[in-house]
């Protein structure tokens, strides 16, 4: 095995296990963002530089970016995220949409960093968007679509919480303590640092960068103040609809939470791991006003969010609540080739159950029956035929449970409606 | 709009429409593969550039591919087939997997073509492959999962014919004829170009590299030749077990299928759109037993086919047969929000609603309900309820059916019952 050719590093390889988690991953998504009426799109996995240049932060399109020259000579980039395809896209057709647009995604993306427990290079992320409309209600729903998600996979409010704050809200205290327009990107970044550097360190950080003592002072104490969301309208309407849906325990105000990405206006919000190893944020979204306008479209108020496909899976393998009973063998019925001369027969009775619905593997050999049952076996297969040559002359096959090693002859025409039934018994699979 | 940041060349936007359309294919793909009992799985879309430069065509390494150097230097490749990433992720744990392995796959790939009618730069895939087990019964199955998806989508075999060679066959045919085995490819070339070319300019080419009278006249034979099969044991055992599937409609032997890429060593297929306007290839497949060993495995037969996405929409489109009734919306029901002091309300039966099982929209915004009920209409939602005052007072809902403009009130906790009993009833969305 040592000469094979290796995969790219950052890449992963979705053998059918991990396949079958992605898909559960995908279908729980997607049940999610439907359950609100959010209809799935896709944007393209290759985008002009230009596109990202404006809003991403500036880190992600430096420094973190795959870009290239195609044989055309244009400058190429492997999306690292999709809101800006978003707003390119929803820009193109703005004047034919159907406002407010519902629109969820899930596909990869790309970031040359790396590789790390729950980072990789190459990763799927889950983007859920409303564009058209700028209420607190509306920023709800995003995070209504999210907690949904976080309770069907089965986490509770004591391991992931989404926490919430508004940039407005911010802008407003930063006016009040006096730090002008441009030092607060600043501001943010340093507040986004808190929890990675020792306090001393790190208020020695603010003050390098200018703060006051006064200032220093100011903002500690409003990063202490969970009461603060009352002094925004926004806020106060976002935590009563997220009442009136009954998700009250999962969303937490937290005037800690600023977002990297240069494009937030309002609401932002992060899901965090409270509990577990991770103990980081796991998703951010919000709301992102501006950003149809600066990729050439009308202005159009727009909010969502992103997950990662990595660290969410790391987040529920740490909880123990990786799905059970995935779907990695699609066949539960085998049927065997007896020997050369009942080749034909084996092939026939595998196409007639499969007209009635059933998925079966026709072993493509007529190898040992022995050899063939292991298989069965290793594969998970609940069902066997065997057709020989008496159950061929008398139009008739034998069933074998693989479980509990029962047997039965029944007549061809009858073995789908026989194997349904061994089938709907409790399995053991 | 004229603005707005363009797409790349090659690129496709997939809108709820569009996205709604390639489920819909992903979905019917999968029905077909996991009938026959193969596993979804999928590669990274970066690879090495090395994984293809043994055994990919000439011109699709090394002129349409996508290959670029990453921040660490390392030659990295968009990949532009399957293939070579299923022999590498196989051969990597060849010990583990139990054979044989069926797997199949549908995701992104990419290929710098002109874009045209039914090609584009990036493009999707449906790949199926079985390996480790080298018999006529495999490759009759691998056959099989195409023409029971060609049936799923109401193609016919006087629109879509798949047919089917035999590289040994060939090479015994060539051997006959006296053309020497470093000449073989450019007969193969040669022979795939046929149907491209005027027929005397096509057999001056085959004069031009040196082929003889008698070889020209021999190969002119044996591309007439509909009965040639029955000199190979294995095509012979291949379409026994294609008629023993009941499948021979849709399968015919054609000596002039060769196929492009230096891997097939066996059976190689083609589906060809017999009637329609693309009237040419559109998907292929075949034998390649020796690339497990290419990329470092031990040696292992295989067997798989791949057909893209664009190419299958136009012939479908082509024949009328594009599905109808996509789930574009994914929910039938909207609820209003009649003014700010109903908001909660809204939000609450939206969220009981959706409790029961429903896919449900909350309007983000207490506008003028006539706006609200205009956007239900436009997204084709079946009912909308409202909840004013009077309603809530009484924890009742009014439902309307939009198609026939019906109403009733209900008590709140029979809403979901009441909706389900509309949304039963034959749908006009």
Redesign the interface.
Known sequence: ?K???????G??????EQ??F??WLYNTMRQAA???????????????I??YAAKSGEELVKKQS?V?????G?E?T?RPELTPSLA??V?????EL?F?V??WSFG?F?R?ENPQRGRT??FFQWNVD?LG?D?P??D??LV?VLA?FLKQVGLNPEQVLILVNDRRLMDRQFEKFGIPAGQRLEVSNWIDRREKMKPQEWEAYGRDFGLSGDQLANLKAMLADKQLWQESQELTRFF??I????LSSFVRFDPGIVRGLLYYTGTVFEAWDMGGVVKRSILGGGRYDNLLAD???EPLPAVGFAMGDVVIELVLKDYGLLPKDLN????PV?VT?FDPAQ???S??I??RL?EAG?????Y??AVKLGKQFK?AH??GARVTVVIGPDEAENGQAALKEMVSGGQQLVDQQDAAEAIRLILAKPGAS
Chains 1, 2 share one sequence.
């Open positions: 095995m000469n094979v050719i290796p995969s790219v590093k890449t992963r390889d979705f053998y059918p396949m079958a992605r898909t439907e359950s609100f009426g959010f209809q799935e799109w896709e944007a393209p996995i290759l985008e002009s230009e596109l795959y290239f020259e195609d044989r055309g244009d190429i492997l390119r896209v820009a193109q057709k703005q004047n159907t407010p519902r629109w990869p790309w040359y290079r190459e409303m409309v209420t209600e509306a709800a729903e209504a949904t009563a609809a009442e009136a849906l009954g990729v050439g479209g990695v063998n699609p066949a085998l080739v080749q034909a027969a092939l026939k595998a196409a499969r059933l998925n079966v593997i026709c493509p050999q298989y290793r594969i």
